[in-house]
């Protein structure tokens, strides 16, 4: 479940990032915006090459200039390896240049298909996140239990 005021920015991403999408949880209309988040989770497809490392920087780019006052993460989603765009130690260099406060947000990659477990593992270990698993249908292991894990840390 999502709490009010939460607020969720998916970037869909292949080859470059697609269209981001914004939802805020407004206790006015609390149903309204976890129905958007979950229409557009739903409406995503896997098409072109994977570009984790770049989609990553836009995502940081992308996060207001106050991170400190709401727990703020990333969850990166992805079925494939990096395939295009920057590359690991491109990433690394834009990382360690953020601002302090801005290495504060953690990504949290979550394991599916094909993904490349030691590459998402070290994208983890970078920002301070952790990898999960999202290959089961229930319980741990599922994308659901990631996410309630992911909350263990706000």
């Given at each position: 479940?999502?709490r009010?005021?939460?607020q969720v920015?998916?970037l ?21 915006g976890?129905?958007a988040?979950?229409a ?14 770049s ?6 780019d ?7 006052s ?7 989603m ?6 295009a765009?920057?590359?690991?130690a ?5 990382y ?17 298909g ?5 590459e ?9 996140g ?9 319980g ?11 909350r263990?840390?706000q």
């Amino acid at each position: 479940d999502f709490r009010e005021r939460e607020q969720v920015t998916l970037l869909p991403f292949g080859s470059t990032v697609k269209q981001v999408r914004t939802h805020t949880v407004d206790p006015a209309d609390p149903k309204a915006g976890p129905a958007a988040i979950r229409a557009d989770a739903a409406a995503l497809t896997a098409e072109g090459d994977t570009a984790i490392y770049s989609s990553l920087a836009a995502a940081y780019d992308h996060l207001g200039p106050d991170t400190e006052s709401a727990f703020t993460s990333i969850v990166l989603m992805t079925d494939g390896e990096n395939t295009a765009g920057r590359s690991a130690a491109e990433f690394a260099a834009f990382y360690r240049a953020l601002p302090a406060a801005r290495q504060t947000t953690p990504v949290f990659p979550i394991v599916f298909g094909d993904s490349d477990r030691s590459e998402l593992e070290s994208i983890a270990a970078l920002t301070g996140g952790r990898l999960f698993d999202g290959t089961k249908e229930k319980g741990p292991g599922s994308l659901d239990g990631a996410f309630e894990e992911i909350r263990g840390y706000q």
